[in-house]
């Protein structure tokens, strides 16, 4: 971890890691959230958190997308 993320809690997810790991709803590919620290699935509408580097591919630990509209 650089100094820069280690300040603002900000970690990288390693790209190969990335590019193996998929939505267990969907199976398909997540999109990285490095501001929210969080797998992203379009396709089923549900964000993924990462806590301490280690992504929380769960129904339990995921955040509904449609939480991120205003009504």
Sequence with gaps: MSASEAASG???IDP???RLLV???TKRP???DKVRQELVS???GLAYP???GVPLLTLD???DLTD???P
Aim: proline share 4%; net charge negative.
């Design 68 to 70: 991120d509209e205003a």
């Design 23 to 25: 939505c267990p709803v």
């Design 10 to 12: 900000e970690r990288e």
């Design 61 to 63: 630990a995921a955040r």
């Design 30 to 32: 997540l999109a990285y």
């Design 16 to 18: 190969a890691l990335l």
């Design 50 to 52: 990462i806590r301490d």
């Design 42 to 44: 379009r396709a089923a």
